[in-house]
Structure formats: structure tokens, C-alpha cells
């Protein structure tokens, strides 16, 4: 259980391209989904939370005009990043957690975007 | 906000022996701590975790130690073998919101 779809797992754009990102939980329904940047041999640095039905939450740095998040439902989150250039380019996981009474649950992982920005 | 450091950022153990990975961090509200295992190029997956009502929880191989006094918990793999080499990462977490990453370690088991 507890499964976590990301798509597409790479994409190669020309520089101006807008990409996006999808996240899925495939048999759980996610209050939360989250949205990290990943670089070579570096940890998970959180770029937003997102809240289906809500704007998403960014962490101080993260462009929101960039990066585009939509939680429309409580099994799927998008991220689009905007008018991507080659600085964009990197390692981009989300994440899911499950929705229920209590707290402390665990994040489940998708498989990660691989972005390179031509 | 949260701090969370992760020591050792290597780790190289011979198959078969004990591995310790240790993190700390700065919020005494912080009550859950998960550990995840990250293959190269995959997914990080969850291996273990923590509430903050328990010192010690154990899962075969792996088991996790949490002191709140010292506000350090630590990860433990036992009988290592070659399937174990992964970066991992520990979290701090208030009520499971937010996650705070550690930096990771990359251990490695030597055949």
C-alpha cells in the first residue's frame, strides 16, 4: 500500500519550455502532498506543501510564479515549472501523506522527475 | 525553525558488521521521526520511524533509538550486507507536518 506515482520520471526541454509534473497516490487519498528539489548527493530541500483545494504553502526562496503547484484532488498534485531555463534543471520528488485522524504519518515518496534544461 | 544534523556524512562497514547513523536536532516539540533509504537515482522509502512516546523501536535488522532528553535519535543496522548501501536520511517532524531532512549518509558495505 501506500503507493505514490510521479510523471513523467525525465524530461529534456529547450530552454523556455514549461514542464509539468505530476504526482499521483495510487490507493490512498493525501491531505498533504509535498514537492522537493533534490541535487547530486545533496538532501531533500521542501520547495512547497500543498493542500488539495488550497493554495500551496512555499518555503522562503521558492518562486511561486515558477513553480506552479495544484492539489485539485486529494490523489493527485501538479507541478509546472514555468518557463524553465537551465538552472531549473535537477531532481524533483514529491511526496504523500495519507489522510487520517491522527498525526505523525509518514511521507511516501514518488519516484522523482529527472529536469534537464537545454 | 527546525534543525536536524546527520553524522556521519560516509559510512563504509565490512558486510556483517553494525552500522550507526546518528541525528540530531534543535526543536524539543519535534514527536515523529522517520528514517528513509534512498537508492541512487530511486526513491527515498521508509524503513522505520519513531513517535516521540518511545525510546526504541526495532524491525529485524534495524532498529532506531530516540533520546528526548538530548534530543538525539540514532538508526541501527545490524548484520549489514551489500543491499544495505544507500544514503539515508533521518526527519524530524512536529505532528507529521513539516519534515526536516538530515543531510544523509552514504554508507556502504563492503563485500
Redesign the interface.
Known amino acids: 500500500g501506500a503507493v505514490v506515482s510521479q510523471h513523467p520520471s525525465r524530461v529534456i526541454c529547450k530552454s523556455g519550455t514549461s514542464v509539468k509534473i505530476e504526482c499521483r497516490s495510487l490507493d490512498f487519498q493525501a491531505t498533504t502532498m509535498f514537492w522537493y528539489r533534490q541535487f547530486p548527493k545533496q538532501s531533500l530541500m521542501l520547495m512547497a506543501t500543498s493542500n488539495e483545494g488550497s493554495k500551496a504553502t512555499y518555503e522562503q526562496g521558492v518562486e511561486k510564479d515558477k513553480f506552479l503547484i495544484n492539489h485539485a484532488s486529494l490523489t493527485l498534485s501538479t507541478l509546472t515549472v514555468t518557463s524553465a531555463h537551465p538552472e531549473d534543471s535537477s531532481f524533483y520528488i514529491c511526496s504523500a501523506q495519507i489522510r487520517t485522524g491522527g498525526f505523525n504519518q509518514p511521507q511516501h515518496f514518488g519516484d522523482g522527475t529527472r529536469l534537464s534544461i537545454l | 525553525g527546525e534543525n536536524v544534523e546527520q553524522h556521519p556524512s560516509t559510512l563504509s562497514v565490512q558486510e556483517g558488521d553494525s552500522a550507526v547513523i546518528k541525528c540530531t536536532y534543535s526543536d524539543s516539540a519535534s ?2 521521526f ?1 528514517w ?1 533509504k534512498q537508492e541512487l ?6 524503513i522505520i ?1 519513531i ?1 516521540s512516546n518511545v525510546g526504541e523501536k526495532k524491525d529485524q535488522r534495524i532498529a532506531v533509538t530516540l533520546n528526548k532528553t538530548a534530543k538525539h535519535f540514532s538508526l541501527h543496522i545490524t548484520e549489514t550486507q551489500p543491499e544495505d548501501s544507500a544514503v539515508y ?1 533521518c526527519a524530524a ?1 512536529l ?5 526536516y ?4 549518509t ?1 554508507l556502504t558495505v563492503i563485500p
Open positions: 514527536n515523529y522517520p528513509y537515482g530511486k526513491r527515498p522509502q521508509l520511524d513517535r536520511f517532524s505532528a507529521g507536518n513539516q519534515f531532512f538530515g543531510t544523509g552514504s
